[in-house]
């Protein structure tokens, strides 16, 4: 495959990719190039989701907020698209169209094959004819879709042609499993002809199996839901079509009021060829469009399509009702696994799985399964869904369903068990109502109890708190008899010997007798003993001198 790029020369043979808005846009100026000659065989797909105006979504306010993007069609009367087109399941969303010139939509003028390709969020505006997909059809169309948006016609011409899928086209055109939601509203003139269709405006080809949901709105004597304008007398053929009741006008050659019983009617002209099938009042959209997909999954021989090699859809499942939905998750719905690719959207006709107890979680709770019902929920009348599968359609929020967890908890004082609560709530905050644990005393400790480790708070799983204990030393006041007279004797005994030391000193200081020595010119003369409060007595030869005592009392100076 090569990839499509500005100025690029395209082959018979080639298989080329598109990838973005912009190799759209080269794609579209070679075609309005001259690029695509009659013998051209080339394939051109369509690799992703293309957006051509960015917040598509708000087309409907384009009207007074122009986006920054105009589209110019693929394809004008003189330089037609041949080839093969495959959309491959994708859409191209965000065209915006406002002009008066003829040939608009996604493609002006389709001269090749367009297979399973859809147009979504467009705001379209033009001459004649106009559509989402195709302003002009003369070859195949097969497996698509114009999804939400407006078309419309500002055209003065008595017999434009609008359409939801396809404005106007040629004999040898057939639009075959496709679909419109669009909004079509015809030329606002008034005493014109427009036609005004939910397929396509004004109808010379063949329409099968196709249906129409989108409102058709004009002032002309030819609107229909499917078509406005249905040509028999040049081949038009209108082949097992639906279309919502309401959606469309309610004059029109394809919409009279005379049914037979199975519910097929004629057209105007009574051609047994032109039959399409209505969709009773009651019957809802989705059993319809439960009908579209049973009619694309049956086969059609060649002979009876008039076209050869009838391409079946390769997109996948039938993306009715537009194709892309949304899925979102209610607020209670836990915690998912960041390695988990949690589904956003869903491709309607299409099964996708939602997320399981191994993809989610939350603290303190199970997971049972997901519901449309956000509350007052009964299983018995609601079970759980398990996917979005391929009959639902429209955007979905699933809600998850938790059973709380419950766990036990167990209050132990040392080895043996208090007490035991089981089924205690996750979160539950704990509060211990039971007798207060007590420790006997041993090796000279009392205990007093303390608290409970670990700390009581809210239960987060099975838990066993342990009682606590403070210990206190004893002190004894009482003493036995005999211990108390053993301390009578040793405090007599220590009081004796106190009071003879007592004695001794006192004898000693009195008959103790101290020396003292007689210092004259640094040296010692002599020396003399006395007792306490004794009068000492100094020698005859020393007398003449006076003496002083040291503060010791054991040396005598002479003056």
């Not at 199996?209 to 040049?234: E, H, Q, T």
Request: include cysteine.
């Amino acid at each position: 495959m090569t990839q499509v790029h500005n100025g690029q020369v395209i082959n018979d043979s080639d298989t080329v990719t598109i990838n973005s808005a912009e190799e759209l846009g080269y794609f579209r100026d070679f075609v309005n190039g001259g690029g695509t000659p009659i013998s051209l065989l080339a394939s051109f797909n369509l690799m992703t989701n293309i957006e051509l105006n960015e917040n598509s979504e708000n087309w409907d306010s384009w009207d007074w907020d122009n986006p920054a993007n105009t589209w110019t069609p693929i394809g004008t009367d003189s330089n037609k698209f041949r080839g093969f087109f495959y959309g491959l399941g994708h859409t191209i969303s965000g065209v915006y169209i406002n002009t008066t010139d003829d040939y608009q939509g996604l493609f002006g003028y389709n001269d090749g094959s367009i297979y399973d390709l859809g147009v979504t969020n467009f705001l379209i505006k033009g001459g004649s004819p106009t559509a989402a997909l195709v302003g002009y059809n003369e070859r195949n169309i097969m497996g698509c879709f114009s999804g939400y948006g407006r078309i419309s016609s500002d055209s003065i011409d008595a017999t434009d042609s609008i359409g939801g899928l396809v404005g106007s086209g040629d004999d040898t055109g057939f639009i075959i499993n496709s679909y419109n939601l669009g909004h079509v509203v015809g030329s606002p003139a008034t005493g014109n002809h427009s036609r005004t269709g939910g397929i396509i405006g004004y109808n010379i080809g063949t329409i099968w199996n196709c249906y129409n949901a989108g409102s058709i709105m004009g002032s002309s004597d030819y609107i229909g839901s499917i078509v406005g304008y249905n040509d028999d007398s040049l081949e038009g053929v209108v082949r097992n079509s639906y279309w919502l009741i309401g959606s469309g006008g309610e004059a029109s050659e394809l919409m009279v009021d005379e049914f037979d019983e199975d519910g097929i009617f004629q057209t105007a002209n009574n051609n047994e060829n032109n039959q399409v099938s209505i969709v009773p009042e009651e019957t809802t959209l989705r059993t319809a469009l439960n009908a579209f997909v049973d009619w694309y999954n049956a086969e059609y021989p060649e002979e009876e399509t008039g076209i050869q090699n009838l391409k079946r859809w390769v997109g996948g499942p039938l993306p009715t009702l537009a194709g892309i939905r949304t899925i979102s998750f209610g607020e209670d719905s836990g915690i998912f696994d960041p390695a988990y690719s949690i589904p956003a959207n869903y491709l309607e006709g299409t099964s996708v799985d939602l997320p399981t107890s191994a993809n989610i979680s939350k603290t303190g709770y199970t997971f049972n399964g997901w519901t449309l019902q956000e509350s007052e929920w009964d299983e018995n009348t609601n079970p759980y869904v398990t996917s979005v599968n391929v009959n639902d359609f429209g955007n979905k929020t699933f809600y998850a369903k938790w059973t709380i967890n419950k766990y036990t908890v167990t209050w132990k004082n040392g080895d043996a068990v208090i007490e035991t609560d089981e089924d205690v709530e996750f979160g539950t905050t704990l509060t211990y109502t039971g007798e207060t644990p007590i420790k006997e005393a041993d090796r000279g400790y009392t205990y007093s109890f303390s608290g409970w480790s670990p700390e009581i708070g809210s239960v987060q799983g099975d838990i066993t708190y342990n009682a606590q204990f403070t210990a206190t030393p004893i002190i004894d006041s009482t003493i036995e008899p005999e211990a108390e007279q053993n301390l009578l004797w040793l405090w007599i005994v220590i009081s004796v010997l106190g009071a003879m030391l007592i004695v001794l000193l006192v004898l000693w200081l009195f008959l103790y007798k101290r020396k003292i020595k007689f210092i004259l010119d640094g040296k010692i003369v002599g020396e003399a003993k006395y007792k306490l409060n004794e009068q000492i007595i100094i020698p005859e030869d020393l007398a003449i001198y006076s003496w002083f005592i040291d503060e010791k009392e054991t040396l005598l100076f002479a003056k």
